[in-house]
């Protein structure tokens, strides 16, 4: 598997402390995104303040354990290990028997997914996974096929799947122009309503622009997007309280 990144002592992938592998490649083209290093599946060599670099490395399945092995002393109170991305499941063949040794040295596992992948790879990995995140993007089909070129239809089958078998957290990105509009926010709010049961939580993620040299060390041209006030974040966070207080579903910032 290619890793871009494995990052200790996260406090904001999963509960306690946690060490976070971001695996390159995803499934999606969300125009906002803030990590352009994990698009790609392959490989990808930088300049960065006028020196040369590579994002992504390979790992085998006993390299990533040994980097995760490292910090287990620090996962007690829940903390573990969180696979992120890209779209992490894309590697499921590859994390399975990861996954396996993981829990056999009893750490906890998280997964940060859009669910843009085959319903097969979900439902491999959905037995040893303690935590998913999954991503509330742009909810119109036509929209998320021209924006995302992502199958919308696949993502709810793999949600149905995953609400009958696990709780999960849901991340909303707020993006000014892709995310925000009152049609996305209803059929947001749909989604919620449909899955309480299974929600444990709502995020909503402020859209930023920490990507932006990343895209220039690649030679890319940086994303234009509209910086969201925190006034807007409380009137979007606030819409989908009012809208979902029958509920239950707690719903916060980040």
């Given at each position: 598997?290619?890793?871009t990144?494995?990052?200790?002592?996260?406090?904001?992938?999963?509960?306690?402390?946690?060490?976070?592998?971001?695996?390159?490649?995803?499934?999606?083209?969300?125009?906002?995104?803030?990590?352009?290093?994990?698009?790609?599946?392959?490989?990808?060599?930088y300049?960065?303040d006028?020196?040369?670099?590579?994002y992504?490395?390979?790992?085998?399945?006993d390299?990533?354990?040994?980097?995760?092995?490292?910090d287990?002393?620090?996962?007690e109170?829940?903390?573990?290990?969180?696979?992120?991305?890209?779209?992490?499941?894309?590697?499921?063949?590859?994390?399975l028997?990861?996954?396996?040794?993981?829990?056999?040295?009893?750490?906890?596992?998280?997964?940060?997914?859009s669910?843009?992948?085959?319903?097969?790879?979900?439902e491999?990995?959905?037995?040893?996974?303690?935590?998913?995140?999954?991503?509330?993007?742009?909810?119109?089909?036509?929209?998320?096929?021209?924006?995302?070129?992502?199958?919308?239809d696949l993502f709810?089958?793999?949600?149905?799947?995953?609400?009958?078998?696990?709780?999960?957290?849901?991340?909303?990105?707020?993006?000014?122009?892709?995310?925000?509009n009152?049609?996305?926010?209803?059929?947001?709010?749909?989604?919620?309503?449909?899955?309480?049961?299974?929600?444990e939580?709502?995020?909503?993620?402020?859209g930023?622009?920490?990507?932006?040299?990343?895209?220039v060390?690649?030679?890319?041209?940086?994303?234009?997007?509209?910086?969201?006030?925190?006034?807007?974040?409380?009137?979007?966070?606030?819409?989908?309280?009012?809208?979902?207080?029958?509920?239950?579903?707690?719903?916060?910032?980040i």
């Amino acid at each position: 598997m290619i890793v871009t990144n494995i990052q200790r002592f996260s406090l904001h992938d999963g509960p306690g402390i946690r060490t976070t592998v971001f695996l390159k490649g995803c499934s999606i083209r969300c125009p906002w995104c803030s990590n352009p290093e994990n698009i790609n599946h392959q490989i990808e060599s930088y300049v960065k303040d006028g020196k040369e670099g590579f994002y992504g490395k390979e790992y085998s399945v006993d390299q990533v354990l040994k980097e995760v092995l490292k910090d287990k002393i620090f996962y007690e109170d829940n903390g573990g290990v969180t696979f992120s991305g890209g779209e992490a499941l894309l590697y499921a063949k590859e994390l399975l028997p990861l996954m396996q040794q993981i829990k056999q040295n009893n750490i906890s596992i998280a997964v940060e997914s859009s669910l843009f992948v085959p319903s097969s790879y979900l439902e491999m990995v959905i037995p040893f996974v303690d935590y998913f995140y999954v991503d509330l993007k742009v909810m119109d089909k036509e929209r998320c096929s021209f924006l995302l070129k992502g199958n919308l239809d696949l993502f709810k089958s793999n949600l149905a799947i995953l609400a009958k078998s696990k709780k999960f957290n849901v991340r909303i990105p707020v993006i000014f122009g892709y995310t925000d509009n009152e049609d996305n926010i209803r059929s947001i709010i749909d989604v919620i309503r449909e899955y309480s049961s299974s929600i444990e939580m709502v995020e909503l993620i402020k859209g930023h622009n920490l990507g932006d040299n990343k895209y220039v060390s690649l030679g890319k041209d940086v994303p234009q997007k509209a910086e969201v006030s925190d006034l807007f974040l409380d009137e979007y966070r606030m819409k989908i309280i009012e809208a979902v207080e029958e509920v239950g579903v707690e719903i916060c910032k980040i």
